[in-house]
């Protein structure tokens, strides 16, 4: 059973959830539309949880956790130093992190420069060159109502009826407090490829990686092509890339069983 607890750093208060024995594993969410915890991890944190401790956090910015006091609100390094924080309540000297999407470019610069980093698990990461595209859009802009809500949860799946009432009503809970359209706005104004330039690992990062790794991509993602997963899996030296099909970026959500197996094979 996962715990659902709270602490600070840099101050502002986190929340995260902790829970299961065995090697330690970090999760990390994407930066869609009221992504979070809860609502990339939901179907496999338990399943995990049962093979390893795990600890998932909310970004800064997004879901329960607090948010910025002042701008720039996508904080790149802030996100990173924050990851770094939460290897800390493992007490632990190696550590496993699965990171999803933006996330996936957070756990490779963290690995990067921290040595408790073990292994790395990435499910839709980004972390080289692209083009933002109409996808992305959707999917970095704040979603006024709630059939904007859908058409973006729609942009990230490949079968429609994963987008149920569950799905609309958690999310809606992360967005419409009243002032988190501001936030989320403002996170993702203007030229949303500077977003994805910041996300981008340099080849000092790349080379710093030694880890074993594995990228997992849907072979039918639209916001991050597979295209991003297979362009890093050929400059890391030691990166396995699985493609899944008909998935589109939502690993976790799409295919739960599927991550979990390949997850307990790599890291187990």
């Known amino acids: 059973m996962l715990a659902q607890k709270t602490t600070e750093f840099e101050g502002i208060p986190l929340a995260y959830w902790e829970g299961g024995s065995g090697s330690p594993l970090l999760l990390l969410h994407g930066s869609g ?18 093979h390893f401790h795990v600890i998932a956090v909310d ?14 609100y996508f904080d790149f390094e802030l996100w990173v130093r924050q990851a770094a924080h939460m290897l800390e309540f ?16 957070i756990a490779l610069k963290l690995a990067s420069v921290d040595t408790r ?7 839709g990461t980004m972390g080289t060159a692209m083009e933002q595209n109409p996808a992305l859009d959707i999917v970095w802009t704040f979603p ?31 967005l419409y407090d009243g002032a988190y359209k501001t936030y989320f706005s403002s996170m993702f104004q203007g030229d949303k490829q500077q977003y994805v330039r910041a996300s981008t690992l ?30 890093l899996a050929e ?8 493609i899944l099909s008909k998935c589109n970026h939502s ?18």
């Open 90 to 105: 493992f007490q632990a000297p190696q550590i496993d992190v699965l990171g999803h999407s933006l996330s996936g470019a």
């Open 235 to 242: 400059k890391l030296e030691n990166a396995d890339l699985v």
């Open 33 to 50: 539309p009221g992504a979070s915890t809860q609502g990339n991890w939901r179907l496999i944190l338990e399943p995990l949880s049962q």
């Open 144 to 174: 006024e109502t709630t059939d904007d809500l859908v058409t973006a949860g729609h942009t990230l799946v490949y079968d429609d009826a994963l987008i149920d009432d569950a799905y609309i009503e958690g999310r809606k809970k992360v």
């Open 117 to 123: 980093i073990r292994k790395v698990v990435t499910t």
């Open 202 to 231: 340099s080849d000092e990062d790349l080379a710093a990686l030694s880890h074993e790794i594995l990228l997992i991509h849907g072979r039918d993602d639209k916001p991050i092509p597979a295209s991003t997963s297979s362009e």
């Open 251 to 268: 690993v976790a959500l799409e295919h739960p069983k599927k991550l979990i197996g390949l997850m307990k094979a790599f890291l187990q």
């Open 59 to 72: 970004l800064i910015g997004f879901g329960l956790s607090g948010r910025k006091p002042a701008p720039p």
